[in-house]
Nanobody
Framework: QMQLVESGGGLVQSGGSLRLSCAAS????????TAWFRQAPGKTREFVGA????????MNEDSVKGRYTISRDNAKSTMHLQMNDLEPEDTAVYYC?????????????????WGQGTPVTVSS
């Protein structure tokens, strides 16, 4: 089992920044694909981005438009989502997730472990 705990969400004004964190326990995240998803009220869960096995970012650029960056520290089993230039449309609950496969998937159905989510609200 792997436990994922997100933190860092909150209320921010449009144009501001937030840094979300995801702490993993129970298993090392090395060799796992770790990703961020978000779910806005009344909408389906949306892929935000992930760290692939080479350590690179694979982002949903249609949504984040170059404003988000993901980083990961395998030794500390933590992952971060740096969000800049936030817009009210970014308001959602943000989740981290993990899957033990060699490639990133944009479908939430393909992730085995999930955190409880951290809410982000961007005011205009």
């Amino acid at each position: 089992q792997m436990q994922l705990v997100e933190s860092g969400g909150g209320l921010v004004q449009s144009g501001g920044s937030l840094r979300l964190s995801c702490a993993a326990s129970g298993r090392t995240i090395t060799n796992w694909i770790t990703a961020w998803f978000r779910q806005a009220p009344g909408k389906t869960r949306e892929f935000v981005g992930a760290i692939n096995r080479s350590g690179g970012n694979e982002m949903n650029e249609d949504s984040v438009k170059g404003r988000y960056t993901i980083s990961r520290d395998n030794a500390k089993s933590t992952m971060h989502l740096q969000m800049n230039d936030l817009e009210p449309e970014d308001t959602a609950v943000y989740y981290c997730a993990a899957r033990y496969m060699p490639y990133v998937s944009k479908s939430p159905m393909h992730y085995e472990f999930w955190g409880q989510g951290t809410p982000v609200t961007v005011s205009s």
